[in-house]
């Protein structure tokens, strides 16, 4: 994709959802941090629903250990994974009180060390806590970079690189939520709606989808 036509591109996006946020619920940075551990290979609808009456509850790493494991798998069973998920819950709360004074880091190297926190989950909490310009790569970026044109890569790496490179200096905070919103409503992963895609006309996705026909 031309530079001119990456910065059309965000530019569309960025007119149509000025100030984009993240579908995960959260009370503060740490429960933040908890829901988007929590959300790997789940939906953000399904974490949500889990994470309400818990937050309401817990929202400090202390809380959190004193809650338990076994209470903690209580209020999350609903969600995939949940037996590993409350481990890696409990520990990196544990973690943030021994190494961090109880606080959500503002570094992804240390995000990165504590239990269940990739580097997906790490950026997300940097840009969402505190609008760094990171590019937390989903299967939804993953996609959209490779099928648009804008950011090809053959890893998720690859791709996160990319659009670090490509993203001008207006959009690169907000860039990751344009996308990922994006991929979730309109460019889909089987049937991606060209059809009312307002970047369509940017895009290298060839087998552009028609208008769906009216129903009877």
């Known amino acids: 994709m031309r530079k001119a036509?990456?910065?059309e591109f965000y530019r569309r996006l960025a007119e149509a959802n000025p100030h984009?946020?993240?579908?995960?619920e959260s009370v503060n940075d740490y429960t933040l941090l908890v829901a988007v551990v929590l959300s790997a290979q789940a939906t953000d609808a399904g974490v949500n629903k889990a994470t309400r009456?818990?937050?309401?509850?817990?929202?400090?790493?202390q809380k959190m250990v004193?809650?338990?494991?076994e209470e903690l798998k209580r209020h999350i069973r609903t969600i995939g994974l949940f037996n590993t998920k409350a481990k890696n819950?409990?520990?990196?709360?544990?973690?943030?009180?021994?190494?961090?004074?109880?606080?959500v880091p503002a570094d992804r190297d240390a995000l990165e060390k504590l239990p269940g926190v990739g580097r997906k989950t790490a950026n997300v909490v940097m840009n969402v806590a505190f609008s760094a310009e990171t590019f937390a790569v989903d299967t939804h970026i993953f996609r959209i970079g490779n099928r648009t044109g804008l950011a090809k890569g053959r890893t998720v790496l690859a791709v996160e690189k990319r659009l670090d490179a490509v993203t001008p200096a207006p959009f690169r905070v907000h860039a990751?939520?344009?996308l990922i919103l994006h991929g979730r409503y309109v460019c889909k992963a089987r049937k991606p709606e060209?059809?009312?895609?307002?970047?369509?006309?940017?895009?290298?996705?060839?087998?552009?989808?028609p208008l769906p026909p009216a129903k009877a």
């Open 53 to 61: 009456a818990l937050f309401a509850e817990v929202d400090t790493p």
């Open 89 to 103: 819950v409990i520990a990196l709360s544990q973690a943030l009180i021994d190494h961090h004074g109880g606080h």
């Open 20 to 24: 984009p946020e993240t579908e995960l």
């Open 194 to 209: 060209c059809w009312r895609c307002i970047v369509a006309d940017l895009c290298a996705f060839k087998p552009k989808t």
């Open 5 to 7: 036509d990456v910065v």
């Open 66 to 69: 004193a809650l338990g494991l």
């Open 176 to 178: 990751h939520h344009w």
